[in-house]
């Protein structure tokens, strides 16, 4: 029951009270009152009239019968001593339920008000019972959503913290051992060992890169320049620029995107440097001599693109793990070629800030993946 009609209920409750009390009152108490009353009133009479021998007058002073104004005076006595304590009766019932319903609603506002000082205090696993169905259960299932996103919030930034550490260290301790290598002659200043260390600071550098543009993306500072460009515009841009290391590496890219194919609302750098993470995961993660096809085709109201590569591929616990910042797949393989686990990250927020989708599929490991995603129409 909401808790309005529950007020409204107990309103009522007590006017019913108020009125039954009354009711009973003036059907049982007040006859009874007023009767009393006459009888003493005669038994007065009587008294009089039998010790000082005068006759009932009725003239209103103790003499004969009672006159009709002191039968209303009884009368009006008996109703208003009644009225009194129907009153009463009303005030303790009005009382009684009154305050039930007021610790109904305030008990639980006391216990979140605790509970969100606990919560300000930093004990993020503060979790209130729920018992009843109406606004006031509402809120204390806000209030436990809410605190659950905080905790969530609070393990994320703890979680990013210790995978940041983590980040940093491999290629700290990789420069320090080379230094010290090289200060205590171990290790020849050689030019294959400048470039490791330089390596090394570049992984550093593209890592620092990655953290800031993930903070941007994440933070929604990113301005997106939103026009009209066709599917094939998008897919050149990331092609032209990464077409020679695919040569390099024997690996044949196909465009297959028909020239008939509706313009995209997107902001052609964003999107071109999603296409490039693509192609270049699937250039990374593809042995030599393999294929990559980048594909589209419209799909309701949008472009759904897609890279298709003959690589390693992707197991199904990986498929939606890879896009968790700092997730690789083989650590010491990606870790070599530099990937900071971020890429596909920043890749889902660019997309999704468009107000498209991005996911990966795969048939196991050794078949090759698909990377997916989609743009609404111009
Ligand atoms: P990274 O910089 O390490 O490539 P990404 O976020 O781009 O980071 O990718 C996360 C992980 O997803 C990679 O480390 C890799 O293990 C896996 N991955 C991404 N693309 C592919 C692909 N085309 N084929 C197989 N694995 C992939």
């Given at each position: 029951m909401r808790?309005?009609?529950?007020?409204?209920?107990?309103?009522?409750?007590?006017?019913?009270?108020?009125?039954?009390?009354?009711?009973?009152?003036?059907?049982?108490?007040?006859p009874r009152n007023f009767a009393h009353r006459m009888e003493m009133m005669m038994d007065d009479e009587g008294e009089t009239e039998h010790g000082q021998g005068r006759g009932m007058m009725g003239n209103g002073s103790g003499y004969g019968p009672p006159t009709e104004a002191e039968i209303n005076q009884r009368f009006r006595d008996a109703l208003n001593e009644s009225l009194l304590w129907a009153g009463a009766a009303a005030i303790v019932a009005s009382l009684v339920i009154s305050t039930f319903v007021t610790w109904r609603i305030t008990r639980p506002i006391k216990v979140m008000v605790s509970a969100s000082q606990r919560i300000a205090n930093g004990h993020y696993e503060e979790r209130l019972p729920i018992q009843q169905r109406d606004e006031i259960g509402d809120l204390l299932h806000s209030f436990n959503q809410m605190a659950e996103s905080l905790q969530q919030t609070e393990?994320?930034?703890?979680?990013?913290?210790?995978?940041v550490?983590?980040?940093?260290?491999?290629p700290l301790t990789t420069i320090m051992g080379m230094m010290e290598g090289l200060e205590d002659g171990v290790i020849e200043a050689n030019p294959a060992t400048f470039h490791l260390v330089?390596?090394?600071?570049?992984?550093?550098r593209r890592l620092v890169q990655d953290l800031q543009e993930l903070s941007r993306v994440e933070g929604g500072q990113i301005t997106f320049n939103r026009l009209a460009h066709t599917p094939a515009e998008l897919v050149k841009f990331a092609t032209d620029r990464l077409a020679p290391q695919f040569a390099d590496k024997?690996?044949?890219?196909?465009?297959?995107?028909?020239?008939?194919?509706?313009?995209?609302?997107?902001?052609?750098?964003?999107?071109?440097?999603?296409?490039?993470?693509?192609?270049?995961?699937a250039l990374q993660y593809t042995p030599s001599g393999g294929h990559v096809?980048?594909?589209?085709?419209?799909?309701d109201q949008s472009i759904r693109f897609a890279i298709r590569d003959s690589g390693v591929g992707l197991t199904e616990a990986d498929l939606t793990k890879i896009f968790q910042r700092f997730y690789r797949v083989d650590k010491s393989r990606s870790r070599t070629s530099g990937g900071s686990g971020i890429g596909l990250t920043i890749a889902r927020h660019l997309i999704e800030s468009q107000g498209g989708t991005l996911w990966a599929e795969s048939a196991g490991l050794g078949m090759g993946s698909i990377f997916y995603f989609t743009l609404p129409l111009a």
């Open positions: 808790l309005r009609t529950k007020i409204l209920l107990s309103y009522l409750a007590v006017v019913m009270i108020g009125l039954l009390v009354i009711s009973v009152s003036t059907t049982f108490v007040a393990a994320m930034r703890q979680q990013l913290t210790a995978d550490a983590h980040e940093l260290k491999t330089h390596q090394e600071a570049d992984r550093l024997d690996i044949s890219l196909s465009i297959n995107i028909p020239p008939t194919l509706p313009p995209v609302r997107a902001d052609l750098e964003r999107t071109g440097q999603v296409l490039i993470n693509l192609l270049g995961n096809e980048a594909s589209a085709q419209p799909i």
